[in-house]
């Protein structure tokens, strides 16, 4: 079985500031790691996923993850926050492998852009 | 392209009432199927998955249940509703069961139960 912790539930920052969103994860097997948003009052949707290869998943509005397996963490980060960014993110894991498929999330961090 | 709908949107029900929610996926095929119930710091808990039609599993013991009475549509219900089944509700389809698939969800329902 997998798990996921993301220990900082709110992160507020200030417009064009950096942030980085942390998530540590558990697991007996080899793992997937993603990224989801939820923007409020909407559905989830996927931000990034690091499947194999590079340790480093870019998104198409900015965002970054790196695979860490010592560290066995995968935080988000972002150079330059936008009003826009304003939302809950969650950190997930499955298993690398037939029978583990199913996500495993964390909590969420609620991150606020304060102009 | 593949849409996901909920409906309906907010719901507001009384102890001890049924419950019905529905969740219909187009442009797709044989896609896998999920309910997840988001509560307020809690993150999102898988309830029930399915692979195909009439295949539900389920992940934990509580008072709902869901069925797949078609290919495309995920029905999550209850007989009686407890307090603690307030929530968000979120449907969510992927195309195939492998590790590493994107899931992609719908916009949710918001259920009050008073």
């Known amino acids: 079985a997998q798990s996921v912790t993301q220990l900082d539930s709110q992160v507020p920052v200030f417009e064009e500031a950096p942030v980085e969103l942390r998530c540590n994860y558990s697991s007996s097997v080899s793992v997937y790691l993603f990224w989801y948003v939820q923007y409020p009052n909407q559905g989830l949707q996927l931000l990034l996923k690091y499947l194999s290869g590079s340790t480093l998943v870019e998104s198409i509005n900015g965002f970054e993850a790196e695979f860490n397996k010592s560290q066995t963490s995968f935080h988000l980060r972002k150079p330059s926050v936008h009003i826009s960014d304003t939302a809950e993110y969650f950190c997930?894991?499955?298993?690398?492998?037939?029978?583990?498929?199913?996500?495993?999330f964390g909590t969420g961090t609620r991150l606020t852009i304060i102009p | 392209s593949q849409t996901i709908h909920q409906w309906p949107a907010t719901l507001v029900q009384p102890v001890g009432s049924p419950l019905s929610l529905e969740c219909t996926v187009e442009g797709t095929s044989n896609p896998n199927l999920y309910w997840y119930r988001q509560a307020a710091g809690r993150g999102l808990q898988l309830l029930f998955y399915s692979v195909g039609i009439g295949q539900i599993s389920s992940e934990v013991p509580q008072n709902l249940s869901a069925s797949r009475p078609q290919d495309r549509q995920f029905i999550l219900s209850s007989k009686k509703l407890l307090l603690s089944d307030s929530g968000f509700y979120l449907c969510a389809w992927s195309a195939i069961n492998r590790a590493g698939e994107t899931q992609y969800f719908g916009p949710g329902t918001r259920l009050l139960v008073l």
């Open positions: 997930a894991v499955s298993g690398a492998n037939f029978g583990n498929e199913k996500l495993t």
